[in-house]
């Protein structure tokens, strides 16, 4: 877009040989292995220094627009005759991509040591190894584990404690009292431990009322403020979480918002108070879970898809982007829709749906020919 | 999660006898006044310093798994045969939450006074008492009234005005001439009075002719680029507003973005230009208020909502999470769906959608034997 | 909402005479083009050193309720009739608004020059006339464009690359090596080059197999954890593109994400990795596009619409507010609902699904009173 110099050639790329790199990947390699590596490309945009990605013949087509030397291939691809010196291959290739990627990964730019405009509570207790970058702000009793990298412009709240291998992108908010395990990692702008929206009326509200009887409110309107219940518990999460930009988490009312390990959460994503989210879970981006839900193990929710209050989705459960989940999920099941129910007989009802209109037009002209005969047989005698 | 010892127990919290809870809280107290409280906990959870929350007789029950000596209770509730020393009763258990919550909660810790690191122009004004944490921006001409509460990180630009004892977490944002009321809350990451989002282009567009035909654009495609209206209004706010974790409010373009007095608003909440909110009302997590709706008094819009631009949204409508709101609503309406109908019309609509793949089964085949017994009759003779 | 004098008055605003604010915008003058005017209002609400904003008849009419001296009226308009003492007329008064608010906004109030709290690495090149404002943070070989202006507490990565007259608002975060063309705004909060979310298990996992059989999941569940695949790619972004508050654009896996010239994005809108996005685009509040999908030129997405991931929107395709876009949607097409449709159709389908429950009442009617005339059939001879 830009006839400037590729800045990501400018910046300091980790270089391997080739057979480093199968090494690092667990890969097969072919041909010259000594070929100098500095970065991965797709195959059209590849340079004699980039390994070219082409896992699918498709790709390893478009090799020729490109002059890669050595690439990631698919099994059976005859490297040679794809004009390279060199390649790798995988029985995984999506797999292989996590390896390689990371291989190359320059990772954040966060100076070793502390800044000195950080502003770090003398109480605070910082791991060996962790890099504390500028203007940080770290409150009182806070401890921070081993080579912890904190960006720019982070806070984090009073007794607050991160495991060791932390990384905090710039401006991620932690509140008091958060407890993170190993290996965590969060996006720029996160919020992990902002107030609980819990709110409450003197008497009776016409929500509460709307609740228990499905949309009937006879409730007169009435002036009544919302009165706050304010959080006490905090959050709690496991080790290997990672949270995305500009999300999310908040505090419990009573005990705390828990977070598995091994859970991935997406940009914009929403986790209301009192919430447990259990193992290995993926909330895709601006998916949002009301206050008090129970997420089981293995959980993934499709992009914006909502989660309602109070309810349970059991293990497994399996959301298609854009649900909506109003009631409790047995484990296991595939949902799909606004309300959401099985994919499977969401998919016939929309297929229905698309033939609704036609429908009710023949039914009318049917209904409308049967009155059409009925009329002269009332003065039938038959 | 983790094995570390409770953070939560590390905090100061403030101390309180049960008799002075009881009467913070308005309860009615029964068994040892004097029993010491620093927190509240669920009932399996809660130490002896912590009062235990059984309201409900399933709750109750769980007190055995605890070590609690002190309980709120539901009416009716032994609290001696629970094995408790003391005991509040109180009429509306919900709302006693709000005052326990409050009594006990330890408040954020900024500290008194003017953090050296803040960056405040000379000619803002701070209210007595005030607390502006570390790294903080003050813009020229701000007013902050007195007791105010400023967290690490918060921008606030020139000419904004907030009133007494406002709470502002970690990086929330507010633009220049930004106008706020007395008691005001905003979570960590909320920009309030960021531009309206008002482009216009030189022709008629695509866009302005789909909703003048609902659908039929006719205009040829042709590259005609956005001019941007400037955002001349700033933002309204009553008092005892709150604002989640990352929720964005506009400017308006001529006049004021306005939100009445006692309205929350949750996290990731979306408002756009000239939007005007009414009193009292409650917008949950992800919800989106396209430019110039109106929205009236003690509204409540569930989980991801949306509203379309300028249309209203008459007082005490409430909406079921999910909804959107694409016309007019009548004061008083229970919504649900999308677009949103009447919450009562939806689920009815629901149910039949449900049964509607089976329906279409049925008359094709009703109407295949009809044309299978009409085949025939062409050939008859009566 | 407040009896305080109004601030918007009390910040500087730039003057013009009637007759030059009639030059800015392209305007036919009537009247005194001498009349000084400092800001714009809505007819009621202006002041006589104000022009009032009476386009439309019926704003002309609440011309008698305001002070105003001056206005934008329609064409036809009785200038005189209506108390003023001059008036312009512009043939399409939408876009008049554009020339007018940019001519009267104030602007954001960065001072020129570097502030000295700026932490700006020695390695960055900075514009001539770049106003850097208080607490930003800019890393290694980041080169910013002549006359930017970058308010508080943003953060710019290493190798990052701003064009001229850029603005950034207060807590911008901009990741490493991201690139972005001329006259770029970012409202506050936005964050460009997030990670992207991408993970993978060692072995086939149920939502890959979800994907191929649309919803039939026969994978026994098993703990296998989500293994990241690192982002080595960055952001692209053209000229004249302008990010909301609090949106997040994450950054490639291999190649960059990329966003075309003209392009514009509303508040909270999620842009998920190796997204292309085209010229002139318009993204409105809360949309949501998925990792790798396609967007064309000209496409106009409706508050909180969500495109799924590997999909192609096509030139020109325009979609209401809410929709989810599941599939490859063709040039031009007018999408509604979820899943989207074309939106005559969705709003057929909308009216047969109203008339739903009454069709299958008078079905099921049908259906009795048929069983009911047939059973003595059964018995009968003929």
Redesign the interface.
């Known amino acids: 877009?830009?006839d400037?110099p590729d800045?990501?050639e400018?910046?300091a790329m980790p270089g391997f040989s080739l057979g480093e790199l199968a090494k690092a990947l667990g890969a097969r390699l072919e041909g010259d292995g000594g070929l100098r590596i500095t970065?991965?490309?797709?195959p059209q945009?590849a340079g004699p220094d980039r390994i070219a990605?082409a896992m699918k013949p498709e790709y390893a087509a478009r090799l020729a627009e490109g002059r890669a030397l050595a690439a990631l291939l698919h099994d059976g691809a005859d490297w040679r005759a794809l004009g390279l010196r060199g390649a790798l291959f995988v029985p995984?290739p999506?797999?292989a991509?996590?390896h390689l990627?990371?291989a190359?990964?320059?990772g954040?730019?966060i100076a070793p040591g502390i800044?000195p405009?950080a502003?770090i509570d003398p109480s605070a207790e910082i791991g060996d190894g962790a890099a504390i970058?500028?203007?940080v702000?770290i409150?009182?009793?806070v401890r921070i584990g081993a080579r912890a990298r904190i960006?720019?412009?982070c806070?984090i709240?009073?007794?607050?404690?991160i495991g060791p291998d932390a990384l905090l992108?710039?401006?991620v908010?932690l509140?008091?009292?958060v407890?993170i395990?190993a290996r965590f990692?969060a996006?720029?702008?996160a919020?992990i431990g902002?107030?609980g929206?819990s709110?409450?009326?003197?008497?009776k509200s016409?929500?509460e009322q709307?609740r228990e009887t499905?949309?009937?409110?006879s409730i007169p309107?009435r002036?009544?403020?919302?009165?706050?219940?304010?959080?006490?518990?905090?959050v709690?999460?496991?080790d290997?979480v990672?949270i995305?930009?500009?999300?999310?988490i908040?505090r419990g009312?009573?005990?705390d918002t828990?977070i598995?390990s091994?859970t991935?959460i997406?940009?914009?994503v929403?986790v209301?108070h009192n919430v447990r989210i259990g193992?290995?879970c993926?909330l895709?981006?601006?998916v949002?879970i009301?206050g008090s839900a129970v997420i089981g193990?293995?959980v993934?929710l499709g992009?914006?898809v909502?989660v309602?209050d109070n309810i349970h989705v059991g293990?497994?459960v399996?959301a298609?982007?854009?649900s909506?989940i109003?009631t409790n999920a047995p484990?296991?099941r595939?949902l799909?829709?606004?309300?959401a129910?099985?994919?499977?007989?969401q998919?016939?009802?929309?297929?229905?749906?698309?033939?609704?209109?036609r429908?009710?037009r023949?039914?009318e002209a049917a209904e409308k020919a049967a009155r059409h005969k009925s009329v002269p047989k009332t003065g039938d005698n038959d």
Chains 1, 2, 3 share one sequence.
Not at 157 to 161: I, L, Y
Request: with cysteine; aromatic share 4%; hydrophobic share 35%.
């Open positions: 877009m830009h400037a800045a990501a400018t910046a970065g991965a490309a797709e945009d990605l995984r999506r797999f991509m996590a990627t990371r190359l990964d320059p954040p730019d800044h405009t502003v970058g500028p203007l702000v409150g009182a009793a960006a720019a412009h806070s709240g009073a007794g607050a404690e992108h710039a401006g908010r509140g008091a009292r407890r395990g990692i996006q720029p702008g919020v902002g107030d929206f709110f409450v009326t003197p008497d016409a929500v709307m499905l949309g009937q409110v309107p002036a009544q403020g919302w009165t706050r219940i304010h959080s006490l518990g905090s709690q999460i496991g290997d990672e995305g930009a500009n999300s999310t908040d009312t009573i005990r828990e598995g091994g991935r997406d940009n914009l929403h209301g193992r290995d993926m895709c981006g601006q949002g009301a193990d293995r993934v992009g914006q909502g309602n293990n497994d399996i298609a982007g854009g909506d109003y484990a296991g595939v799909m829709g606004s309300p129910i099985r994919m499977e007989q998919l016939e009802t929309y297929k229905a749906l698309r033939r609704l209109p429908l009710l023949r039914l």
